[in-house]
Each structure stands twice: as structure tokens, then as C-alpha cells.
């Protein structure tokens, strides 16, 4: 009965790979981030869908790509990644408005 | 943009003793939530509280949202608490936007 779930858990790759994330979650909110937590514990949120919407698009990379096939689903695909980009990645959802958020468990991917 | 302050940034505590934790934010808010980030690495939403006052079990927190600052208080502390605590606050007039704070980071010894 997992909550907000993300696959994989760790991610390992070569500089200049693509990479996907998935996320689901069964809460059935209508809103889903991605947050991106640095080596020095510092979490900043990337993007947000509501109802499959993009409603935030922080000052990302156009390298990362959110995709949202339903409103239970947000994934993430990043090509050519880079060695800055190795961080863990969380999934999170709510109801919108100003509502609690609550976070898959990470995904921690490293850049080689 | 708003900045979210967290104090203290360690603590160092012995189990059953009694902490608390404050957040001050720069600007208006219209949510704010606590999160426990324990050693495995998990997020855990302990409270969504953009005013007043919520208790849950050990844990409570108190937002004065027009002074801007609020507090997690930590009673009877187990070394299970040991973690980093997060602060987040969304701006008013923006939308779903969370602002994490530098977080505080727990240790608790038996």
C-alpha cells in the first residue's frame, strides 16, 4: 500500500547517457513534483503537474524532461547527463491548494 | 525570493530530552509544512500547519505566520528521531511552490 513509490532507487550511469525516473502514486491527489536534493541536503523543487498540466517549471535544464501520462504518473527523462546532475531525485504529490505534500522515497542517481 | 532560515543547524541530544526547532521566513506565507528526512533518506510529512498550533504525539509545531517564524517542538526524544528537519513554505499568490529551508540536523544518543 505504498503511498508515493519511484523507480528505480539507485541510478548509475556513464556522462552523456539518458535516463528515465517513474513515479506513481495512488493517493489520489491531482498534483505531482520533482525535487532535486543536492550533496548538501539543499531540496529545490523542478516542476509540477496538475491534472497532466505543467504548472511549475523552475530554471531547469531543458536537458530534463517531465512527462505526465495521468494524473497518478509523473516521470522524469534527462538526456545527456552530466556529472552535476548526480543528486536524489524525489517524487512528490498533494491535492492542490495549499495542501501537504507527501514524498516517494528517492531515487539517488550518480553520474560517472 | 522569500528565505526560509532554520535554527539551530545541529543538535546534539541525549533520548528523553526536549528540543525545539524554529523556522523564520522572510516574506507573507500561506503554507507551511514540517518534514523529517530520517537516516535512510526519506521525507516524512510531519505537519501541515500555516497557523496555529498541531500536536502529534510527541511532536507539536506552532506557526505565527505574522511574525514569521514557526517551531517543532521534539519531546522525549528517541534516538528514532535522529534526522534532518525541514521547514517548507509556499509564498502567498504562488501556487503549490514549496520553499525548503536549510534544514536541522538531530542526533539523538541513548
Not at chain 1, 509523473?74 to 498533494?94: M, Q
Not at chain 2, 521525507?43 to 514569521?68: D, H, M, W
Request: net charge positive.
Amino acid at each position: 500500500d505504498t503511498a508515493v513509490s519511484q523507480t528505480p532507487k539507485y541510478l548509475v550511469t556513464q556522462m552523456g547517457n539518458d535516463k528515465s525516473i517513474k513515479c506513481e502514486q495512488n493517493l489520489g491527489h491531482d498534483t505531482m513534483y520533482w525535487y532535486k536534493q543536492d550533496s548538501k541536503k539543499f531540496l529545490k523543487i523542478m516542476f509540477s503537474y496538475n491534472n497532466k498540466e505543467l504548472i511549475i517549471n523552475e530554471t531547469v535544464p531543458n536537458r530534463f524532461s517531465p512527462k505526465s501520462p495521468d494524473k497518478a504518473h509523473l516521470n522524469l527523462h534527462i538526456n545527456s547527463l552530466e556529472l552535476g546532475d548526480s543528486a536524489v531525485y524525489f517524487c512528490a504529490s498533494s491535492r492542490r491548494g495549499k495542501q501537504a505534500q507527501f514524498f516517494g522515497p528517492g531515487t539517488r542517481l550518480t553520474v560517472l | 525570493g522569500i528565505q526560509v532560515e532554520q535554527s539551530p543547524p545541529d543538535l546534539i541530544l541525549q533520548e528523553g530530552a526536549n528540543s525545539t526547532l524554529r523556522c523564520n521566513f522572510s516574506d507573507s506565507v500561506n503554507n507551511l509544512q514540517w518534514f523529517h528526512q530520517n537516516p535512510w533518506g526519506q521525507l516524512i510529512n510531519l505537519f501541515y500547519i500555516p497557523s496555529g498550533t498541531k500536536q502529534n504525539g510527541r511532536l507539536s509545531a506552532t506557526t505565527v505566520a505574522t511574525e514569521r517564524y514557526s517551531l517543532l517542538y521534539i519531546s522525549s526524544s528517541q534516538t528514532t528521531d535522529s534526522g534532518v528537519y525541514f521547514c517548507a513554505v509556499e509564498r502567498v499568490k504562488n501556487t503549490d511552490k514549496l520553499i525548503f529551508g536549510t534544514g536541522t540536523r538531530l542526533q539523538v544518543f541513548p
